[in-house]
């Protein structure tokens, strides 16, 4: 799980960047705002996962004795 979440996160950034330009090019601001707002809740999500992780390894680590 090392790296490979920093390059999803950079993918989902970076496809958000495009999506929300195209479509304020296209005069959708409104949808293009939404599609920013859905990259960040994503990328919430992934970050909210992997601190969970971290909380079960910590409370795991310190249980055992």
Known sequence: MG???IFKI???GILTAVTN????YAGKDEIATLTTLAGVVIVLFMVVNMISELF???KNLFSLY
């Open 3 to 5: 790296i490979d979440i």
């Open 10 to 12: 950079a993918a989902i």
């Open 21 to 24: 330009q195209v479509l304020k």
């Open 56 to 58: 079960t390894t910590v």
